[in-house]
Structure formats: C-alpha cells, structure tokens
C-alpha cells in the first residue's frame, strides 16, 4: 500500500482526527506530537530482541510468552497499550513461523519499531501468504524442503512476534549479548540469527 491512494486516504483521516482532537481542545498538537515523540521513543526491535534473549534464557519466561506473549512482555514494561493482544510463536526444527497483515501494516511496533517499507508492501503482504518459500527465499533464507512454513495475519486486535531458534554454540552467553543476534527480520521470520 506505500505509496498509494489508500495511504492518502489514510493520511487525510489521520489528520482530520488530529484537527478534531486540537478543535474541541482534547489536545494541542504539540502534546499530540510530544505523545507519538513518547510512543516511537521506545519503539525499536532491541526491545523484541531482549525479549527473545529472556525466553532463551528463562524457560519459566519463555513458557509464559508463548501462552500469553502480551503478559509476559509487559513483565519486561514493554506493553504500554496501543493493542489488545501480543502472540509469540515459536520456530523450532521443522517449522518455521512468518509473520504478515494481509490488510494493511498492522505490527508490535513497541517490539520491532518503526515496520520496514517491504512488510507494508502489497507484493510482501499477497505473495508471502502464497508462496512463502519463494518470498523467504528472496530475503536469503533457504529453509530445508521438510520445514513446515506457518503464516501468521496480524490485525489490530492480535499482533504476532516470531521467536527465533536459538543458534547454536550460545550457551553460557549473556542477555545482552544473545540480544544482539536478534535481528528485526528474524522477529518477523524472514531471517534467523
């Protein structure tokens, strides 16, 4: 959609919104700037990454996340609003997780910031559903032929993160370093660290 006339459209009712809010005094715009400043301040994949780190780390943690991923990032202070549920998945060896919104950009942008052009894309967001393999391919991940590929669609009621296979040869390493291996496309699945 980047680029198109759904975003201008998108745009216009944003900024009517804004113009409503400043009209019956509910905000200035500079305390609406000041509140989305706030927000995408603490938008950034580090903090997705770290989650994964905890999960790879802590098994009672990594339990947690994977029944109630909204929950257990919160008891990180990462969930602070802005939708209703957080569902992790889990990459293991024969299946590998993706993560889509079919509709629009829908994102945990508070775990991953600000989403890459691509996943706003309408080619990532038709052809990933159809044909994962080839579209993961193009990123550089080649997954053997048995792999099962999963395709998560995130709305604005559930939004998805992937928790990457954890690489091997890292045990013993701390948070902070394993954090380090988590990129952003791997929290959406189209890497792995």
Known sequence: MSGDHADATIARRVRRLETLLEEKGVLTGGELDEAIDAFLAGASPASGAQVVARAWTDEDFKSRLLTDGTAAVRELGFMDGGYQRLRVVENTASTHNVIVCTLCSCYPIRLLGPSPSWYKSEAYRSRVVREPRTV?????????????????????????????????????MPEAELAGLVSRNALIGTAVP
């Open 136 to 172: 993961l391919a193009e990123f550089g991940l080649d997954l053997p032929a048995g792999t099962r590929i999963t395709v998560w669609d995130s709305s604005a009621e559930t939004r998805y993160m992937v928790l990457p296979r954890r690489p091997e040869n890292t045990q013993g």
